[in-house]
C-alpha cells in the first residue's frame, strides 16, 4: 500500500487516514500489508498528528 521511498509525515493527513478504520484506529498490519518497520513509523506519525490536532482521535 506504501511505497518504500515515500516519507511517511505527520503531517500529510490524506496519506495517514488511508491507515484508520472509520472509528479512526490504526488498521493492522495484515490488512495494510506494510512492513513491520513501516507499521512503526505510521503508528508513531499518527500518534503526533493527533496531538497537533491534525487527525481526531475518535470518530463517531
Known amino acids: ?11 500529510d493527513t490524506e496519506t495517514l487516514k ?10 493492522p498490519r495484515r490488512i ?3 512492513s513491520a518497520k513501516n507499521q512503526r513509523t505510521i ?5 503526533n498528528a493527533r496531538f497537533m490536532g491534525l487527525l ?5
Do not use: C, E, N, W
Request: glycine fraction near 6%.
Open 18 to 27: 488511508k491507515f484508520l478504520d472509520q472509528h479512526g484506529r490504526l488498521l
Open 1 to 11: 500500500m506504501i511505497r518504500s521511498d515515500k516519507h511517511i509525515d505527520y503531517k
Open 56 to 60: 481526531p482521535y475518535l470518530s463517531k
Open 32 to 34: 495494510t500489508g506494510v
Open 43 to 47: 503508528a508513531q506519525a499518527v500518534k
